[in-house]
């Protein structure tokens, strides 16, 4: 990787991390304040799915849109919708407008992620480039997952819910002037018949439709790693630090190997990533019920965060060798889609799942799923870069 590529991707990586700390930020402050107002839990329940449910309806426009017009465009509208989101919370802190602050800076989150994922799909050259800034990229959501959050909690117990909102309406500008000298890079030329083509079209593809499946096997792993180590933890009667403990093991570690493999890029192969990943989650999930203990847990937590946290990188970097070069954003609008898609539904299909067959069983059920697509990870074997 070239100085310059080096310095770029810095950049890059900072935008992210403000443009998602703000919608972290706002996702931990904006319930404290509906549950100080006098709110139902289930109020609570629909102000924070409204963060993701943005997120489904509007990966695939932003998908089209940087398409069109690459990285400063889409990204200084984000900017400017999640300003204005979180500055009508400053403004008005009620649950209506708390609610338009979700829509506003989760919409902004996921669609300026498509755009600087794309431009930095395109910044790289050849597939070891392509892991390596890709792991340094997914690197940005777990930093913000804790700046966002952390410092909103500060300035709310410091100086008030209407002082942290104004923090969060800040984030998005820094975002904007980090990525400001960002060169841009030449428009790719649309092939003629994929204007005329859905995005959907792109499903067609075997390769991309195995991706996606695999995707979406994990992400629900990830989900069922945070909803359910929770609820087994209550059961063995853990206290909440130590619950907390656990599943912040898990991050770090996720974080941590996302550092790592851009030192073994050269050697490894996505497909061999991904399918050892998949299998280590199996075994790791049919564990998991069993162990009673919290340093037990905690170890299975760690592994579990390597095995899960290898993957994006590989996934990423694949998608762009897959997909045409004119509809990268589509199919990271497609790939953003089917993620949140299932991030909103599939906590409550866990939730039925655990009240009626235990908590465990839900563990087991994950790994038998994520074990049987290992045999889609086999299946990337020898797939070639996209003309």
């Keep these: ?74 990204l200084a509208i984000c900017v400017g919708v999640s300003f204005a989101g979180s500055a009508v919370a400053v403004a008005w802190p009620h649950f209506a407008s708390l609610c338009l602050a979700a829509l506003c800076t989760g919409g902004a989150a996921g669609a300026a992620v498509i755009a600087l994922q794309r431009h930095v799909g395109r910044l790289a050259e050849g597939p070891t480039e392509l892991k390596k800034v890709f792991s340094w990229l997914s690197l940005g959501p777990a930093v913000s997952n804790f700046v966002g959050p952390f410092f909103a909690g500060l300035m709310i117990d410091h100086f008030g819910f209407r002082a942290a909102f104004g923090l969060m309406a800040v984030l998005p500008l820094m975002s904007w002037w980090w990525s400001r000298s960002v060169r ?19 499903l067609r593809d075997v390769g991309f439709r195995r991706l996606l499946l695999i995707n979406w096997c994990l992400s629900s792993c990830w989900d069922v790693h945070t909803f359910v180590v929770p609820l087994l933890g209550h059961e ?10 656990i599943l912040g093991a898990f991050a770090v570690s996720a974080s941590g190997v996302r550092m790592l493999l851009p030192l073994f890029a ?46 994006q990188p590989m996934i990423m970097s694949t998608l762009h060798q897959i997909t045409p070069h004119d509809r990268h954003g589509e199919a990271l609008g497609l790939r953003l889609m089917t993620i949140n898609a299932s991030s909103v539904l599939m906590p409550m299909l866990f939730g039925s799942a655990g ?27 020898g797939q070639s870069h996209h003309p």
């Design 266 to 311: 050269e050697r490894v192969h996505e497909w061999a990533v991904i399918m050892a990943a998949m299998l280590t989650t199996a075994l790791l999930f049919g564990v998991y019920p069993l162990l009673q203990g919290p340093w037990a847990m905690g170890l299975c937590s760690v592994l579990a965060g390597f095995a899960l946290g290898s993957v």
């Design 1 to 74: 990787m070239t100085r310059r590529l080096n310095q770029e991707l810095a950049r890059l990586i900072t935008a992210q991390v403000c443009i998602h700390a703000a919608m972290a930020g706002m996702r931990m402050a904006t319930p404290l304040l509906a549950l100080q107002q006098g709110y139902s839990a289930a109020s609570v329940g629909v102000l924070l799915a409204l963060f993701a449910l943005t997120q489904v309806f509007l990966a695939l426009p932003a998908g089209r849109f940087a398409d069109r017009h690459g990285l400063h465009r889409p």
């Design 184 to 202: 841009a890079l030449p428009a790719v030329e649309q092939v003629p018949e994929h204007r005329r083509r859905p995005a959907w079209v792109l």
């Design 236 to 245: 063995r009667g853990l206290s909440a630090s130590v619950i907390g403990t």
């Design 355 to 381: 009240a009626l067959v235990g908590v465990g069983s839900v563990f087991w059920a994950s790994g038998l799923l994520v074990g049987a697509g290992s045999k889609l990870a086999w299946g990337m074997r």
